[in-house]
């Protein structure tokens, strides 16, 4: 059986699930390293709040690594999915090749730019003072292990666009249970600090690079890589990259916004509401990662299903999706409301920071419900000929609402305006995306009125 041509003839609900399930166990388990370094570091004696804090405040600089790993990695496996589709296989084999590749060398650079450009970077983001240290012993052993951390998200994707989401969560599951063990270790056991949650973060993301590398080269995969898929020329690289520009600037765009949220924070509310925000967001980026899951199922099969002419059977696969993931989300929405206090004893004993983080967790959460029309929208528009209407959509979000609300707000509500300015962008953007979806189905039921209803 092929699993690619799969994509075709699955019932869409059973391929959803194949797909998403795994996705969102591999994101959930992913999004752990982000948390689980946040909870030892909010427990280190003494210190955490303040460790907290700074980790907080280059929050906007990991965001902008993990916007080079999603160009790469979103851009490639979308394409490949398309290229399966087309029945390219040789092509497909092509984008992956040049895909590991450029995480390489732009693993490196990225990594020469943080060394040359680290003072004024620091001082851009406001980062002074006793906290300065703290996030210099964190960034400086994350950024020099860039390479590992872009493969890390780049090689489960391209393993799920090619056909095994269950090895791809296998692999991610794995790293993260080297990441807390290593946590413990280092931290708890060898007393490294801050130091050490960036070493546990680095080390497993090695292994996990490591484990994708491995299934690539013993001939795992439907797509088998030789050393011509990775001379990289710009036929191939053009429409990845084009594809990938989407989430790119989606978490480009929320690098900024982070940014200018941590003058509003430190403006109006202090360093604890900047560790409260750094836990709150660790929370939420959990809980979105069910979304994610359901995203990145849609564009696989949209993309194959839409790349062979069957559109009705893509957007179904839309509409399916952004229902089950907002009834997954409205219970999140029940467990983030009903106890924001215990969310935020996990990120720290300080008595302080948990009445703030847990006020501000029931605020920013309160239409999470809302985030699939937006995430899911927007990556349907990406892989169905639409990037430029994604891309404005992406753009519109993060700097055209988000960022003037978190200016605009607290001066208007106080430190509640803080926390408001996520869920209202969230209602704002979730209405464009729905009224443009609908606008753009009218067009695909004509185009297939005359086949035959596919059954979900």
């Not at 590398?213 to 011509?228: D, E, H, I, P, W």
């Not at 003058?263 to 939420?284: D, H, K, P």
Request: proline share 5%; glycine share 8%.
């Amino acid at each position: 059986m092929n699993k690619a041509d799969d994509l075709g003839a699955w019932p869409i609900n059973k391929l959803i699930l194949y797909y998403a399930v795994p996705s969102i166990i591999s994101l959930v388990i992913s999004s752990m390293y982000t948390i689980v370094n946040r909870i030892f570091i909010g427990h280190i004696p003494g210190v955490g709040a303040l460790a907290l804090t700074a980790i907080g405040l280059t929050a906007p600089v990991t965001t902008f690594l993990f916007s080079i790993a999603a160009w790469i990695a979103v851009g490639a496996s979308s394409s490949i999915s398309i290229r399966l589709g087309q029945g390219k296989k040789a092509e497909a084999e092509a984008l992956a090749g040049h895909a590991l590749l450029l995480s390489v060398l732009v693993g490196i650079v990225l990594s020469l730019m943080y060394t040359l450009f680290q003072d004024p970077l620091f001082r851009w983001l406001g980062i002074r003072g006793e906290g300065l240290s703290y996030a210099k012993d964190y960034m400086d052993i994350l950024m020099w292990g860039a390479v590992f951390q872009l493969q890390s998200f780049i090689f489960p994707n391209l393993i799920r666009a090619s056909g095994n989401p269950r090895f791809s969560a296998v692999i991610t599951a794995a790293g993260c249970l080297l990441n807390i063990g290593l946590d413990v270790l280092f931290i708890n056991l060898l007393q490294f600090g801050i130091k050490g949650a960036a070493m546990a973060t680095v080390l497993s993301q090695l292994v996990m690079a490591g484990a994708g590398a491995f299934y690539f080269a013993k001939g795992k995969s439907v797509l088998l890589l030789a050393r011509r898929h990775f001379a990289l020329t710009l036929p191939v690289l053009k429409p990845m990259l084009l594809i990938g520009m989407v989430p790119f600037m989606n978490q480009m765009s929320i690098s900024i916004s982070q940014a200018v949220s941590n003058y509003s924070l430190a403006r109006y509310g202090g360093e604890a509401y900047i560790a409260s925000m750094a836990a709150i967001t660790s929370v939420i980026y959990m809980a979105m990662m069910i979304v994610n899951g359901f995203s990145q199922a849609t564009q696989t099969i949209a993309g194959f299903n839409y790349s062979r002419g069957n559109q009705t059977r893509a957007f179904q696969t839309l509409v399916l999706s952004v229902v089950y993931s907002s009834a997954a989300m409205l219970i999140g929405f029940g467990f983030l409301q009903g106890f924001p206090g215990f969310w935020a004893k996990l990120f720290s004993p300080d008595p302080q920071l948990i009445e703030v983080a847990a006020e501000g967790l029931r605020l920013y959460s309160f239409v999470v419900f809302l985030a699939p029309l937006f995430l899911i929208g927007s990556g349907f528009l990406m892989v169905t000929g639409k990037p430029k209407t994604a891309l404005v959509l992406v753009i519109s979000k993060q700097c055209l609402i988000l960022m003037p609300l978190t200016l605009l707000l607290p001066p208007l509500m106080g430190t509640r305006g803080l926390w408001l300015a996520q869920p209202l962008t969230e209602l704002i953007i979730g209405m464009a995306v729905a009224v443009i979806l609908l606008k753009l189905y009218k067009p695909l039921r004509k185009m297939e009125s005359r086949k035959e209803s596919i059954p979900l």
